[in-house]
């Protein structure tokens, strides 16, 4: 089996990946149909919270169909097209986080920089290979562009906090998504053509992280900070951390790391995306709601995109720069 | 409807959804194909273009928004897309000689087409939605059998304030609420009393 894999082109090593995801989303999705075929036939006695449950599944499933067929168009027709794509997912979290802040009036010009301005350059940075300037652009220079804008649209009200509103939206949305693209950018000496399984990598290490905390924390007591999530236990975050490691290890052979830098480059991820995770729980329940989605639904219409990749947006730069900064590259 | 103007139907039918979203919920009722009149909050001249788009296509084709005629025909541009796009009804928000300002809404309604009335009759710039003006109920007397629903814009207002040429991207949805219906004998002041306060009350649904 390992040999037979070795002997594997790196294009025909992603294909088997994809063919593999597929695959796996095709039985879950059998079973959901069957599922809800089952339930339809129990009638109605079964009341509102198994359905509930059973709908959250079923977005959570369409999500990740969603996310894999993005991954695989965006590996079939090549880095650009990714590139392109993942700027389509920031511009789409961003406008759910922005609905979600309340702006004035005076903030339209800066809203208009953050999403035709700062958000395209950040990946025609990421297109261009510019990692240097595309490190430092938000976090240094859109950091001083944007409240200038602000202070020139002449509102003082609330400056400090809409400003504060504004940065965090762009750092995480547009600053921590465009970091995925730019895996694939990253030249490994012997590595070429496989960096798709780096991004891979890292999404499916931070995602069983954060479905591993998830069930874990099911029956657990008090919560750490119940007022911000009902769900975080350290105990369960141990949990993820170690799920998400051990995955990490095992799929070192994916990866240019040997096990063991790969355990510690997953745990690294891990930390920062279930942290992550919990820092956007805090500004959702600032913003009186329990999921960007759910408020969409009473008020916006948003799809909830933002719940799902928050950790992505946090691990992703962290781990960016610590493979970075670990190979030298 | 000519190629030019579906073309651009497509083209605004995209954009809006792209920075909108342009979601409709329908709360009270559902999407029908029967003579209706929406009534909704007007805080911005977009609200029209998202109301337009967030009907289902099917409705979108036999309903008409009203538009304010100084504004809408002010360059040709404006009136190409009001006529041929939007397929919309011009009203004059000042009255002229003595000519009913309801008139052209009045024979759109006999032909059978629905309408989108914002009856505050101008932008609003508060929370609240302005007193609501006449028109409405005076619509409602002259034809009974025509279903009023009430619908609130939400935030439109902050995808392009007053003033701002480019918009910004926010997510926006248009309630539609349980029809009113007046009833026999009810006051005018107490009827548009109570549209409004339909309309209001789908802020916080």
């Excluded at chain 2, 005076?138 to 009974?144: C, D, E, G, T």
Aim: overall charge positive.
């Amino acid at each position: 089996m390992g040999t037979f894999l070795r002997g594997l082109t790196g294009n025909q090593q992603v294909s088997l990946l994809f063919v593999l995801l597929f695959g796996l989303l095709f039985i879950a999705s059998g079973v959901s149909v069957l599922l809800s075929v089952r339930e339809r036939r129990a009638g109605e006695d079964e009341s509102g919270e198994r359905e509930l449950r059973l709908r959250d599944n079923q977005a959570l499933l369409r999500s990740s169909w969603g996310m894999a067929l993005v991954f695989w168009i965006g590996w079939a027709l090549g880095e650009g097209v990714a590139i392109v794509l993942f700027g389509f997912v920031s511009f789409f979290i961003l406008r759910e986080f922005i609905s979600l802040s309340p702006t004035r009036r005076g903030d339209h010009r800066s809203l208009v920089m953050a999403f035709f301005i700062v958000l395209p350059l950040q990946y025609a940075l990421v297109w261009t290979e510019r990692f240097n300037l595309f490190t430092v652009f938000i976090p240094v220079y859109v950091f001083l562009a944007i409240p200038v804008v602000s202070a020139l649209g002449n509102d003082p009200q609330r400056f400090l906090e809409r400003n504060a509103k504004l940065q965090w939206g762009i750092m995480v949305c547009v600053y921590g998504m465009s970091h995925v693209p730019a895996l694939l950018l990253l030249s490994f000496p012997g590595f070429v053509g496989r960096t798709a399984f780096l991004v891979f990598f890292l999404v499916l290490v931070v995602q069983t992280c954060m479905l591993v905390q998830h069930i874990a924390s099911r029956r657990m007591g008090t919560p750490v900070a119940p007022a911000i999530s009902e769900s975080f236990h350290w105990r369960s975050w141990a949990m993820g951390l170690a799920a998400g490691g051990l995955l990490g290890a095992l799929l070192a052979g994916l990866t240019p790391f040997k096990p063991l830098p790969a355990l510690a480059m997953a745990l690294v991820a891990c930390v920062a995306g279930s942290m992550g995770h919990l820092v956007m729980k805090a500004i959702k329940r600032d913003r009186g709601v329990t999921h960007w989605g759910s408020a969409g639904r009473s008020t916006t219409g948003a799809s909830g995109l933002l719940d799902r990749v928050d950790a992505l947006c946090f691990a992703a730069p962290v781990f960016f720069h610590s493979v970075r900064w670990t190979f030298d590259l | 409807m000519n190629l030019r103007a579906t073309a651009m139907s497509v083209f605004l039918l995209g954009l809006v959804r792209l920075l909108t979203g342009a979601q409709a919920r329908w709360h009270g009722c559902p999407p029908k194909a029967e003579q209706r009149i929406y009534f909704a909050n007007h805080q911005s001249h977009a609200d029209l273009v998202l109301i337009w788009a967030a009907l289902p296509h099917e409705l979108r084709s036999i309903t008409r928004p009203i538009a304010a005629k100084d504004y809408w025909t002010a360059s040709n541009f404006k009136r190409w897309i009001t006529t041929e796009v939007f397929n919309a009804v011009y009203v004059e928000r000042e009255r002229k000689g003595d000519e009913d300002p309801l008139q052209p809404l009045i024979n759109a309604l006999e032909s059978g087409d629905s309408l989108i009335l914002f009856p505050e009759g101008t932008r609003g710039h508060e929370e609240d939605p302005q007193p609501f003006k006449s028109g409405l109920y005076n619509l409602a007397q002259r034809f009974p059998g025509v279903v009023l629903v009430p619908a609130w814009i939400h935030n439109v207002q902050r995808v392009m304030p007053k003033g701002e040429v480019v918009p910004v991207p926010v997510l926006c949805s248009v309630t539609f609420g349980e029809p009113v219906a007046l009833g026999a004998e009810e006051p005018r002041a107490d009827f548009l009393k109570r549209a409004r306060e339909a309309v209001i009350a789908l802020r916080e649904v």
